[in-house]
């Protein structure tokens, strides 16, 4: 087994990762609702759910890319997440493409989610780095991301072209030698939630 071809199941207390499959157009579809209208957010291209499914599995056959569903433990699928721009000889990957259903948002699943991949990332791939990128519009995501303990490296400038619209992408990154304590933040929040009886 290839640890960087061979996408694992990452299971959690309240959430489960495996890989996706083109079965799963439907589900995803359904727990994109909603959200396709979010132009600054990679989950709008499931408003084809056929272009947006061949695109990822595609990726995931060349290599460059991991997409897993995300589902509950009830084996609900909840959204997508995926590493991306992975590079074995450079040990890094990025993580991105992610979504989640409005239901489970701000319920842990983000974070915990986050904590399954990146341990994965760190522990098992022995990356040197985690990137994640966001659209400059896209707030929301730019405070998640900060809230995990990523660092933001920069702004690349007129960087993607998407639907038409040139985009902006803010760049964050999290280095091995800071893991641990990202792992330690994201516990907290992770105990916080389950506290909050999320």
Excluded at 9 to 32: F, M, T
Excluded at 130 to 149: H, K, M, P
């Amino acid at each position: 087994m290839n640890a960087w071809r061979d996408a694992p199941v990452l299971i959690g207390r309240h959430v489960r990762l495996r890989p996706l499959e083109a079965a799963d157009r439907d589900a995803l579809a359904a727990a994109a609702a909603g959200l396709t209208d979010l132009f600054y957010a990679n989950v709008s291209g499931l408003a084809d759910p056929d272009r947006f499914m061949a695109s990822a599995l595609k990726e995931r056959d060349y290599g460059r890319a991991m997409p897993f569903a995300v589902e509950t433990p009830d084996h609900a699928i909840v959204g997508l997440t995926r590493f991306m721009r992975m590079s074995e000889a450079h040990r890094r990957v990025e993580i991105g493409g992610t979504f989640y259903a409005p239901a489970v948002q701000r319920s842990g699943v983000n974070t915990e989610a986050k904590l399954l991949l990146l341990g994965h990332a760190f522990d098992v791939l022995g990356c040197n780095v985690v990137q994640i990128r966001t659209d400059w519009f896209n707030r929301a995501s730019q405070r998640a991301i900060e809230r995990l303990g990523a660092k933001r490296d920069g702004v690349l400038r007129s960087h993607q072209v998407m639907d038409g619209r040139v985009r902006d992408i803010v760049v964050y990154s999290i280095i091995a030698g800071e893991w641990p304590g990202v792992r330690q933040n994201l516990q907290h929040l992770l105990a916080r939630h389950e506290g909050a009886g999320r």
